[in-house]
């Protein structure tokens, strides 16, 4: 691996994903070299590159490339070898983009595509929003009765709960939901709900296990601020923290946001920021892959999330 100025903490982190931890990435890192080193240290780390099969490089600025090092490269390139960049590789190992990793991220999610590709994903998304409009607010109908007179019983207070969230451009908009929270869960102030959270009635416990809290939304889908697939939208207490945190948390509002995305089919419940900024490694990586095949892995991976009420 070639990297230039990095932390010792970062450069463990980048060392562990090239390795894997959880998933099998058929890399295992042999040889590391720091471009701010000595010339003589590089004399002899070209030595060694011969024993190397695949370089994986992660620097920010690729003109601060050495000469010779660069020359390496070119002949492990003509001789079959790899040479691929860091965001390439854990972008195609994790369907993910490293966000903390380098800047060039943030220029590499805004790559035009194909305009017929995103004519025909336009078309899909459209199809794919009316028929599950449909059926989600049949649905929704047909559980208000039901959910309204176990409220009265199990959950007393208002039926909905209406928040405002940030979506399409950074505009805010309302999202409803099934109230599964005591009343004035946030008199305390904004809080990121956990996985056991103990503002949830035993009654909200369960709407949530199916998913039923969460049917209100249509009404947003269907008033045009949000769409099935899309990175789901946050409040603007916790956008604000994270856009101080990740200066290009706001790309994720350059489409709309969505019921169900790729970061809630991939990544644990959402319960920190920390959580929050590893989510956004999914939802850049679907809005610059966004397609019908992931639209409909996605779709795929949310109904049976459903059906046998697994966690997200």
């Given at each position: 691996m070639i990297y230039d100025k990095e932390t010792e903490k970062h450069?463990?982190?980048?060392?562990?994903?090239?390795?894997?931890?959880?998933?099998?990435?058929?890399?295992?890192?042999?040889?590391?070299?720091?471009?701010?080193?000595?010339?003589?240290?590089?004399?002899?780390?070209?030595?060694?590159?011969?024993?190397?099969?695949?370089?994986?490089?992660?620097?920010?600025?690729?003109?601060?490339?050495?000469?010779?090092?660069?020359?390496?490269?070119?002949?492990?390139?003509?001789?079959?070898?790899?040479?691929?960049?860091?965001?390439?590789?854990?972008?195609?190992?994790?369907?993910?983009?490293?966000?903390?990793?380098?800047?060039?991220?943030?220029?590499?999610?805004?790559?035009?595509?194909?305009?017929?590709?995103?004519?025909?994903?336009?078309?899909?998304?459209?199809?794919?929003?009316?028929?599950?409009?449909?059926?989600?607010?049949?649905?929704?109908?047909?559980?208000?009765?039901?959910?309204?007179?176990?409220?009265?019983?199990?959950?007393?207070?208002?039926?909905?709960?209406?928040?405002?969230?940030?979506?399409?451009?950074?505009?805010?908009?309302?999202?409803?939901?099934?109230?599964?929270?005591?009343?004035?869960?946030?008199?305390?102030?904004?809080?990121?709900?956990?996985?056991n959270d103990a503002r949830i009635t035993p009654f909200g416990r369960i709407l949530r296990v199916f998913r039923i809290d969460e049917l209100p939304q249509i009404l947003s889908v269907i008033k045009g601020d949000m769409q099935f697939i899309g990175p789901r939208p946050e409040r603007k207490v916790f956008v604000n923290q994270l856009n101080s945190l990740v200066p290009f948390y706001g790309t994720r509002h350059l489409i709309k946001p969505g019921i169900t995305g790729w970061a809630q089919v991939k990544y644990k419940y959402g319960e920190n920021l920390e959580d929050s900024i590893k989510k956004l490694e999914y939802d850049l990586y679907y809005i610059k892959n966004r397609s019908i095949t992931l639209d409909l892995r996605i779709v795929f991976k949310t109904v049976t999330t459903v059906l046998f009420s697994r966690g997200v």
């Amino acid at each position: 691996m070639i990297y230039d100025k990095e932390t010792e903490k970062h450069f463990r982190e980048v060392t562990s994903s090239i390795d894997g931890d959880d998933v099998e990435t058929f890399y295992k890192v042999k040889l590391t070299y720091n471009l701010n080193q000595h010339s003589e240290v590089r004399k002899k780390f070209l030595v060694a590159t011969e024993k190397v099969d695949s370089w994986i490089v992660n620097i920010k600025n690729y003109s601060d490339f050495p000469d010779d090092l660069e020359k390496i490269l070119l002949r492990s390139i003509l001789k079959g070898k790899e040479v691929i960049s860091y965001t390439s590789f854990y972008e195609n190992t994790y369907e993910a983009l490293p966000i903390q990793s380098h800047n060039d991220s943030f220029y590499e999610i805004l790559q035009f595509r194909n305009r017929k590709i995103r004519y025909l994903h336009t078309i899909f998304s459209f199809i794919i929003n009316f028929v599950l409009s449909l059926f989600v607010g049949i649905a929704l109908l047909i559980c208000i009765p039901f959910v309204f007179i176990l409220n009265f019983f199990f959950n007393k207070g208002p039926l909905f709960y209406t928040q405002k969230r940030v979506g399409f451009h950074g505009n805010e908009f309302k999202i409803y939901k099934f109230r599964s929270m005591v009343v004035n869960a946030e008199k305390e102030g904004a809080k990121m709900a956990v996985k056991n959270d103990a503002r949830i009635t035993p009654f909200g416990r369960i709407l949530r296990v199916f998913r039923i809290d969460e049917l209100p939304q249509i009404l947003s889908v269907i008033k045009g601020d949000m769409q099935f697939i899309g990175p789901r939208p946050e409040r603007k207490v916790f956008v604000n923290q994270l856009n101080s945190l990740v200066p290009f948390y706001g790309t994720r509002h350059l489409i709309k946001p969505g019921i169900t995305g790729w970061a809630q089919v991939k990544y644990k419940y959402g319960e920190n920021l920390e959580d929050s900024i590893k989510k956004l490694e999914y939802d850049l990586y679907y809005i610059k892959n966004r397609s019908i095949t992931l639209d409909l892995r996605i779709v795929f991976k949310t109904v049976t999330t459903v059906l046998f009420s697994r966690g997200v």
